[in-house]
C-alpha cells in the first residue's frame, strides 16, 4: 500500500499521530501563520496539531442522496499508536443493527505499508483489502477506502498555492501531488489549513484519470467539547460529491483521548469475533452513550 | 384581387429591390438558425411512456451518452490495454464528460488470491502475459461486465461515456464539439485496434448532420437543375423557367429566417425544405406564367392580360396555396416536435412563397414582356391538339358509364382503407439511416459482439425497503433471469446481479455460499459494502423501486412493443411477487411514438380533406362537388396506402405527412379544373362539351405540373434519409397517380354537374328588370335573387323560334331576360296570339308545377335571352335554400292565382 490520505482521518480520529518525516520538518508553531513557510512545512505543522497515542470516537454518519430521505449510520472508530511506531484504526458500525459488525481496519507499518481488512459477518471471515486504487466507496458514503489512510508526507510532495481565506480565515494552500510510483486514486489534492491553528478546513479531491475535481472535504468546529482531550480536531466533516447532490456528513457524538486500549482489539480475528454486546460494553466503558438513529 | 399583381407589376424595380433587401436581412438571420438531431425530437413530450422514461432517469440516471467501442483479436496485451487506458484517461478529461465507464472506470471488487481486490477490474495492467491472462480470465467471469463492458470472447470492450448534468460546466458544449473531442482522442489509438470508434448520441447525430450536409449538396443542386430543365421545356424559355426557381430561392432564405426568429430548429425533415420549396411554390408560377403569356399573346395588352390571368386562375391558385399550407400546417399539430416543427417551418415558407408569386412573379414578368409575347411554338400548337384529342376520348367514352366508374372508385377507395391497416409503423432514429449506411453497420457490429444498443428499462415499485430485504430480491432475481430469457433479449442486469456477485466474491472458496444472500441482514451489510456507483443504477436510495435493464437488438417498433409487452406479461405472471411496475427508457418512448405518427397520420389527413371538402363545396356552391372532389383526391391517397402495404413501406416521420401534403398539392388540379369548366359553361351550353374544353385546356398544365412537382420529390429518393427518402419516392407516385386519377375521373364524374362558382355569385350583375319587374322575384333579397339565378340556365333563341310546343312534356320554367315572346294557341287549326310578354315575365310555369304537358307554344317574337330553370334545380333549392325556395313557391302560387282570373284570360299558362 503506498496511499496515503488526509481527509477522513480527521473525524474517524484515527491517523492522528506525527509521522517521524512530518516531525522532522516541522518547524515550530508560533500561530499567525508564517509567509516564509513551505508547503512541506506547513503540511508538517498540520500533521503536528493532531498528534495523539490514542482515540476513541462514536460517529454519526448521514448519507444525502437525491430523491430520498438522507440515511443515518453509526460507527466506532478506535485509533492506536504503538510503541514501535506502527498505527491501528479500526472502524466499526453499530448502527443500525443489521450492519453491526461490519468493520474495516487498518494498519500501518513504520515504513508505511498499509494494510486494510474488512470485516462482514455476512461473509464469515475478516478478507484483506487489496488494490492500489481503492477508490471503492466507503460503507456508501462518499468517502473511499483510500481516504480512510492518513496523510503521510514522505509518500507526497506539497507545492504551496497562493494564500486564500474560507469562511473569514485567512489560510494556506498547498497542493499535494503523490510521487511517482503510488497508487492513488487522484492525480493531487488541494489542501486549504488555516494560518492561524493549522486546522485542516478544506480538502479538494482531483481524480487521476480526467485531473478534475471530484469531491470536497469541508472540515467544521474545532476544539468541540464533544472530543474531549488536547487535539485540535474538527467534530463534523463534510464531504461532497461535485455535480451531484450527493454528500456524506461525519460527526463526532463523543471521542475521547489518551485512553488505554486493549491490546488484542486490532488484529482480524479479534474483528471477526468481538461481539455486538462487546462493542457496546467497550463503548459504555468510555463513558459513551451509544444512542438509537 | 388583381390590385396585388398589378402593383408587383407596375413597380416592379420597388417590388424586387425590397425582395433584394429582405434577402439580405435573411441572410444575416441564417446563422441563429439551430440544429435539432436528438432523439428528443422524434417522441412526443407528455406521452405515459416518456413520463416513464423520465422518472426512471430521474431515479436511476441517464442511459444516454457516448460510447467507444475498440475490438482486436489480440486485445488483451499490455500494449493494447495501456492504449485503452490512454484513452479512457483522455475522454475523462474532456471537459464535459462526468466520468468512463468500463473496464478502466467503473468500481469493482473480486476475489483474488483470498484477498478483496477493489478498484476497476483494469485500474492497473497486469505486467506479463500470465497475468494478463489471469485477469482476462477473472474479467470474463464476471456477469455484470461481460456483454456489457465487454465481448465474452475477450476480444471487444466498450468505454462508456457518461456526460456532466446539464447546467453543470461543460453542458453547453454542443454535439458537433463532443464527437470531434471524443474523435481526437481516438486518433493516437486508430492503428492499434482492427476496430475503435465511437458510438451514442454525439456521434448518432454528427453522423447525422454529415448526412444531412450530404443531402444538400447533392439534392438541392440536382433538384434545382432538374426543375430547370423541366420548367424551361415546359414553358419553352430558360427564362421563364427561372423564374420559379429563383422565387422559390427567395422564399427559402425568408423562410430559413423566419425559422431562425422563431426558434425553430432544422431537423432531418426540413432540411428538405428549400427543395420543398422550389418545387411545390413553383408550380403555381408555372401556371401563371402561361395563363399570362396565353392571354398576352391573344390581344398583348400586358394589364389586360394580367387582368384575364388573375380572372381566371387567381382564386384557383389563391386557393390552392391555401391549401397546400393547410396541408403542411397539419402536420404542425402533431406531437413529435420534427413533424410539428417540420410542419411549421413548411407552411411558414410556403406562404412566403405565396407572396413571391403575388409580387415578385409579376415584376418578373413586367421585366420580360419580349419573352412573353414571343408567338408560340409549334410544338405548342401539337400539344393543344393532342390535349384536345385526349379529353375528347376520356369524356366521349367514359362518362356516359359514370356509374360503373364511381362503383371502381369506391372499391379503390375501400381496397386503400384496408391496406392502410396494413401498413406498419416504425420510428428507429438509428433505422432512418439506413441498415446500409457505414456507421449503422457499426452499431450492428458492437451489437454482434456485446449486447443490444437498445435499453428496455423495467421499473418495479414496492414499499421502502422491499428491496433491501432477502426474499425479494431473490424474487427480483427470478424475474431478471425471466427476463433475460426472453426472445430478443440479449441481456438483463439487476441490483440482483450487484449483491450476488459481490456476495460470491466476499465468500469465495465458500462451496456452500448461494449466489445470494439469505437473510435481510446478509443482505444490507453487502448493499452498505458494496460500491455505491454500482448500485445507484439498479434501486433508489430508499429499496422501494429497482431497475432491471434490459439490452436488446431488436429496432423495429412494434417488435419492442410486443416485447415490452412479453416483459409485462412476465411480471403480470405473479411468480416473482405482486409489483407496480413500468417498463419504459428512451428506446420505448421512440418506438411509442408510432403511436402519435398514426394519430397525427389520421389527423392531418382528416382535417386536410375536411379543407378541402369545405374550400370546394363553398367555391361551387355545391355539396356534391366538395364530395366528387375529394373522392378523386382520396383515390390517389388510398392508392397510396395500397403502395405502402404492398412493398412493406411504413408509416415513419416521413411517410405520415404523404398523404396530408399531396392531398394539398394533387387539389390543385381539380380546383384548376373546376374554374375552367365552369369559364367553360358559361360559352358552352352543354357540360360535356364545357367539360371536354377544360379538360383539354388542363391537360398541359396538370402533366406539366405533375411531371415537374414528382420530379422533384423524386430527387428526394437520392436522400441519406430512409424516411426522407419513402416521403420523396411516395409523394412522387401518389402525384402521378392523382393526375391520372385527376384527368380521368374527375371530368367523368363532373360531366353531368353543372357548377356554378362564389364568385360568379359575387360578380353577377343583376338586370333590374328581374327584380323590379319580374313576379317571380318578388319578396327576394338580392343575394337569394343571385342564387336563383345562377340555380338556372340562360338560354338565347332567336326570332320565330319555338320555345315551348303544346303538347310536349315539359319540366322547366322560363323567365324572360331579353326580348318578347307571344303565346300562341291554334284553335281550329288556326294560330291564335293570346299573349306576348315582356322581360320579367314567366311562362311554362304550369307544365314546371304540375308536369302536365305544355298547353301552348311559345314562340320568339324576336331575338330572346331568357333564363331557363328546371324542376331538378328547384328541388336542389328546396333542399339547400329552402326559405328561398318556398318564396319561390309562394310567388310561383301568386303567378298561377292570378292567370285564373278572368281580366287574366288573355294570359293562360302554356
Request: hydrophobic residues 50%.
Amino acid at each position: 500500500m503506498t496511499a496515503s490520505r488526509t481527509a477522513v482521518s480527521l473525524v474517524l480520529s484515527a491517523a492522528l499521530a506525527v509521522s517521524v518525516d512530518a516531525r522532522a520538518q516541522a518547524p515550530s508553531a508560533k500561530g499567525g501563520g508564517d509567509a516564509g513557510l513551505t508547503g512541506p512545512e506547513i503540511v508538517a505543522r498540520y500533521v503536528a496539531t493532531q498528534e495523539v497515542d490514542s482515540e476513541i470516537a462514536y460517529v454519526k454518519m448521514t448519507v444525502s442522496e437525491p430523491g430520498a430521505a438522507p440515511r443515518e449510520n453509526r460507527f466506532l472508530t478506535v485509533y492506536r499508536k504503538r510503541a514501535d511506531g506502527r498505527r491501528d484504526y479500526l472502524l466499526r458500525m453499530v448502527r443500525p443493527a443489521d450492519v453491526a459488525g461490519v468493520s474495516v481496519l487498518v494498519s500501518e507499518d513504520r515504513d508505511g505499508a498499509i494494510e486494510q481488512y474488512v470485516y462482514l459477518p455476512a461473509s464469515g471471515k475478516a478478507r484483506r483489502l487489496t488494490g492500489q486504487a481503492r477508490s471503492t466507496s466507503l460503507l456508501g458514503s462518499s468517502f473511499s477506502y483510500e481516504d480512510l489512510i492518513r496523510e503521510i508526507p514522505s509518500m507526497y510532495g506539497y507545492e504551496r498555492l497562493a494564500d486564500t481565506d474560507l469562511r473569514s480565515r485567512a489560510c494556506y494552500q498547498v497542493r499535494a501531488v503523490e510521487k511517482p510510483g503510488g497508487g492513488s486514486a487522484y492525480a493531487y489534492r488541494d489542501l486549504v489549513i488555516a494560518k492561524d491553528t493549522f486546522d485542516l478546513m478544506r480538502v479538494d479531491f482531483f481524480d487521476k484519470s480526467s485531473r478534475k475535481l471530484v469531491k470536497t472535504l469541508t472540515a467544521y468546529d474545532y476544539r468541540s467539547a464533544e472530543v474531549k482531550g488536547v487535539t485540535r480536531r474538527p467534530r463534523n466533516a463534510v464531504m461532497q460529491a461535485v455535480g451531484k447532490e450527493r454528500w456524506s456528513d461525519f460527526t463526532v457524538v463523543e471521542g475521547r483521548v489518551g485512553e488505554k486500549l486493549p491490546e488484542d482489539l486490532f488484529t482480524p480475528r479479534r474483528v471477526e469475533t468481538w461481539t455486538d454486546w462487546e462493542v457496546e460494553e467497550f463503548i459504555f466503558r468510555f463513558g459513551i452513550t451509544v444512542a438509537t438513529p | 384581387m388583381w390590385r396585388l399583381p398589378l402593383f408587383g407589376f407596375e413597380h416592379r424595380f420597388l417590388v424586387l429591390a425590397g425582395a433584394a433587401l429582405l434577402t439580405a436581412a435573411s441572410w444575416f438571420a441564417l446563422p441563429g438558425l439551430r440544429l435539432d438531431l436528438s432523439s428528443d425530437a422524434v417522441v412526443a413530450p407528455g406521452s405515459p411512456l416518456h413520463v416513464v422514461e423520465q422518472r426512471i432517469e430521474d431515479r436511476f440516471g441517464r442511459d444516454e451518452g457516448a460510447a467507444v467501442y475498440a475490438e482486436d483479436p489480440a486485445l488483451f496485451t499490455a500494449e493494447r490495454l495501456a492504449a485503452l487506458r490512454d484513452i479512457h484517461d483522455a475522454l475523462s478529461r474532456l471537459p464535459f464528460v462526468e466520468r468512463v465507464e468500463g473496464l478502466f472506470g467503473t468500481p469493482d471488487l473480486r476475489d483474488e488470491d483470498g484477498a478483496i481486490v477493489l478498484g476497476a477490474p483494469l485500474a492497473v495492467i497486469p505486467a506479463g502475459p500470465e497475468a494478463l491472462a489471469a485477469r482476462r480470465g477473472a474479467i470474463l467471469a464476471n456477469p455484470l461486465l461481460v456483454g456489457s463492458s465487454i465481448s465474452a470472447d475477450g476480444q471487444a470492450v466498450l468505454l462508456r461515456v457518461v456526460f456532466v448534468a446539464a447546467g453543470d460546466a461543460g453542458a453547453t458544449i454542443d454535439d458537433g464539439a463532443r464527437h470531434a473531442a471524443i474523435e481526437r482522442s481516438l486518433d493516437p489509438a486508430r492503428q492499434r485496434f482492427a476496430h475503435l470508434f465511437q458510438l451514442g448520441g454525439p456521434a448518432t447525430r454528427a453522423t447525422m448532420l454529415d448526412r444531412l450536409k450530404s443531402d444538400q449538396r447533392l439534392i438541392l443542386p440536382a433538384t434545382v437543375v432538374l426543375l430547370f430543365v423541366l420548367l424551361a421545356i415546359g414553358l419553352r424559355s430558360a427564362l421563364l423557367g427561372l423564374f420559379p426557381i429563383l422565387n422559390g430561392a427567395l422564399a427559402t432564405i425568408w423562410g430559413l429566417a423566419a425559422m431562425a426568429l422563431l426558434g425553430v430548429p432544422v431537423n432531418l425533415l426540413n432540411a428538405s425544405l428549400p427543395v420543398l420549396v422550389i418545387v411545390v411554390g413553383g408550380m403555381e408560377d408555372v401556371r401563371l406564367t402561361h395563363e399570362f403569356r396565353t392571354c398576352l399573346r391573344r390581344h398583348g395588352f400586358e394589364r389586360l392580360a394580367l387582368f384575364e390571368t388573375t380572372e381566371r386562375v387567381g382564386l384557383a391558385t389563391l386557393l390552392n396555396s391555401v391549401s397546400t399550407v393547410i396541408g403542411f400546417a397539419a402536420t404542425a399539430a402533431s406531437d413529435l416536435p420534427v413533424l410539428r416543427d417540420f410542419g411549421t417551418a413548411a407552411a411558414i415558407a410556403l406562404a412566403l412563397r405565396v407572396a413571391c408569386t403575388v409580387f415578385v412573379l409579376p415584376a418578373e414578368f413586367a421585366l420580360s414582356l419580349g419573352v412573353l409575347r414571343a408567338p408560340a411554338a409549334t410544338a405548342e400548337h401539337r400539344e393543344e391538339r393532342v390535349s384536345k384529342r385526349i379529353a375528347e376520348r376520356v369524356v366521349g367514352r367514359l362518362a356516359p358509364h359514370v356509374r360503373l366508374v364511381v362503383v371502381a372508385l369506391a372499391i379503390l377507395c375501400g381496397v386503400g382503407a384496408a391496406a392502410a391497416m396494413l401498413v406498419p409503423r416504425d420510428n428507429d432514429l438509428l433505422g432512418f439511416l439506413g441498415e446500409s449506411d457505414p456507421f449503422v453497420q457499426q452499431v450492428r457490429r458492437v451489437e454482434s459482439r456485446l449486447a443490444g444498443a437498445e435499453i428496455i428499462n423495467v421499473e418495479v415499485d414496492a414499499a421502502p425497503g422491499e428491496f433491501g430485504r432477502a426474499d425479494a430480491l431473490a424474487r427480483l432475481d427470478g424475474l431478471t433471469a425471466a427476463l433475460r430469457a426472453l426472445p430478443g433479449v440479449d441481456a438483463a442486469w439487476s441490483l440482483s446481479d450487484v449483491v450476488a456477485r459481490v456476495h460470491q466474491e466476499l465468500r469465495a472458496g465458500d462451496p456452500g455460499a448461494g449466489s445470494l444472500p439469505a437473510t435481510d441482514r446478509d443482505v444490507a451489510q453487502i448493499l452498505l459494502f458494496a460500491d455505491s456507483r454500482q448500485i445507484a443504477p439498479f434501486v433508489t436510495p430508499d429499496r422501494a423501486s429497482a431497475r432491471i435493464l434490459v439490452r436488446t437488438s431488436i429496432h423495429d417498433a412494434v417488435r419492442l412493443e410486443e416485447l415490452a409487452s412479453s416483459i409485462g406479461d412476465r411480471i403480470d405472471s405473479g411468480r416473482f411477487g405482486r409489483y407496480v411496475y413500468a417498463v419504459g427508457g428512451r428506446t420505448l418512448t421512440v418506438a411509442g411514438a408510432t403511436d402519435a405518427i398514426t394519430r397525427g397520420q389520421v389527423l392531418s389527413l382528416g382535417s386536410v380533406a375536411l379543407i378541402l371538402f369545405g374550400i370546394v363545396s363553398i367555391m361551387f356552391l355545391s355539396l356534391r362537388c366538395g364530395v366528387v372532389a375529394l373522392l378523386v383526391n382520396l383515390a390517389a391517397v388510398m392508392m397510396m396506402f395500397v403502395l405502402m402495404g404492398s412493398f412493406r413501406v411504413p408509416l415513419n416521420i416521413g411517410t405520415c405527412m404523404v398523404a396530408s401534403v399531396t392531398l394539398g398539392l394533387v387539389i390543385d388540379d381539380t380546383l384548376h379544373l373546376l374554374v375552367r369548366y365552369n369559364r367553360a359553361l358559361r360559352v358552352c351550353r352543354d357540360e360535356s362539351a364545357g367539360i371536354k374544353a377544360a379538360l383539354a385546356e388542363e391537360l398541359g398544365p396538370m402533366m406539366a405540373g405533375a411531371g415537374a412537382l414528382a420530379g422533384g420529390f423524386a430527387m428526394l429518393g437520392f436522400s441519406e434519409f430512409v424516411p426522407v427518402r419513402q416521403f420523396g419516392l411516395l409523394s412522387a407516385a401518389v402525384i402521378v397517380i392523382a393526375v391520372l386519377t385527376e384527368s380521368v375521373l374527375s371530368p367523368v364524374l363532373f360531366a353531368n354537374t353543372r357548377i356554378i362558382t362564389l364568385w360568379d355569385l359575387l360578380g353577377l350583375s343583376l338586370r333590374r328588370t328581374l327584380q323590379e319587374k319580374s313576379p317571380l322575384f318578388v319578396g327576394l333579397s338580392r343575394w337569394q335573387a343571385k342564387r336563383l339565378v345562377l340555380a338556372s340556365d340562360a338560354a338565347r333563341f332567336r326570332a320565330g323560334e319555338t320555345i315551348v310546343r303544346a303538347g310536349d312534356p315539359g319540366s322547366t320554367m322560363y323567365v324572360i331576360l331579353e326580348g318578347d315572346v307571344e303565346i300562341v294557341r291554334r284553335d281550329r287549326g288556326e294560330a291564335h296570339v293570346v299573349s306576348r310578354l315582356g322581360a320579367g315575365d314567366v311562362f311554362g310555369e304550369v307544365a314546371f308545377i304540375a308536369g302536365v304537358p305544355r298547353t301552348a307554344n311559345a314562340v320568339a317574337a324576336g331575338d330572346v335571352w331568357a333564363l331557363v330553370m328546371s324542376r331538378e334545380s328547384l328541388e336542389s333549392l328546396r333542399r339547400f335554400s329552402p326559405y328561398l325556395a318556398a318564396q319561390l313557391l309562394l310567388n310561383l302560387s301568386t303567378i298561377l292565382s292570378r292567370r285564373m282570373q278572368p281580366a287574366d284570360l288573355p294570359a293562360r299558362p302554356v
